[in-house]
T-cell receptor, first 114, second 114 residues
Framework: AQSVTQLDSQVPVFEEAPVELRCNYS??????LFWYVQYPNQGLQLLLK??????LVESINGFEAEFNKSQTSFHLRKPSVHISDTAEYFC????????????FGTGTQLKVEL | DAGITQSPRHKVTETGTPVTLRCHQT?????MYWYRQDPGHGLRLIHY???????DKGEVSDGYSVSRSKTEDFLLTLESATSSQTSVYFC?????????????FGQGTRLTVV
């Protein structure tokens, strides 16, 4: 079984400032890791994923996350946020053994202010 | 967007009545899932399916049943709705291990039990 902890329920930040959303996980098996983004009244969209290989993964809109196995973390970062990044962000984990059942964190609401 | 359609998108029902939510996919993905989203809990897995007539319970399955008679359809039934089942319900699809394991989500169904 896996668990995911997102300690920050809300993160306010000014536009063009950097941001980090924290995610820690617990698992007894190897994992795949994901960040999903949810805009108001919409479903979840995949932002980025770590499956294997390079521990630094990037999205097309400037977000990046780094898999740190020793610290069991997968923090999400963006060097300069935009108003349109305002959304809720969910970290999720699944074991590599198949089934792809996701365990989610409780989410972090990112609010970008002018 | 992945071809996932949830219906209805919104529903208000009375305590004690049965309710069925439908998820229809056009991606021919083998795996399908039902999650519920509640504030402070993130998304939690209700039931999942690895193929036609192959379903199993997730973390919060009490009071719910599912059926999958065709690859493209996954039905979630609340046998006797309770106020604690007021939530937003998401259907998701994915492919088996060896392919890209990420899940794709529908737009959600907002269910209110009064």
């Amino acid at each position: 079984a896996q668990s995911v902890t997102q300690l920050d329920s809300q993160v306010p930040v000014f536009e063009e400032a950097p941001v980090e959303l924290r995610c820690n996980y617990s698992s007894s098996v190897s994992v795949y890791l994901f960040w999903y983004v949810q805009y108001p009244n919409q479903g979840l969209q995949l932002l980025l994923k770590y499956l294997s290989g390079s521990t630094l993964v990037e999205s097309i809109n400037g977000f990046e996350a780094e898999f740190n196995k020793s610290q069991t973390s997968f923090h999400l970062r963006k060097p300069s946020v935009h108003i349109s990044d305002t959304a809720e962000y969910f970290c999720a984990v699944t074991g590599t053994g198949g089934g792809n059942k996701l365990t989610f964190g409780t989410g972090t609401q990112l609010k970008v202010e002018l | 967007d992945a071809g996932i359609t949830q219906s209805p998108r919104h529903k208000v029902t009375e305590t004690g009545t049965p309710v069925t939510l439908r998820c229809h996919q056009t991606e021919n993905h083998r795996y399908m899932y039902w999650y519920r989203q509640d504030p402070g809990h993130g998304l939690r897995l209700i039931h999942y399916s690895y193929g036609v007539k192959d379903t199993d319970k997730g973390e919060v399955s009490d009071g719910y049943s599912v059926s999958r008679s065709k690859t493209e359809d996954f039905l979630l039934t609340l046998e006797s709705a309770t106020s604690s089942q007021t939530s937003v319900y998401f259907c998701a699809i994915s492919e088996p291990r060896g392919r890209s394991p990420e899940a794709f989500f529908g737009q959600g169904t907002r269910l209110t039990v009064v």
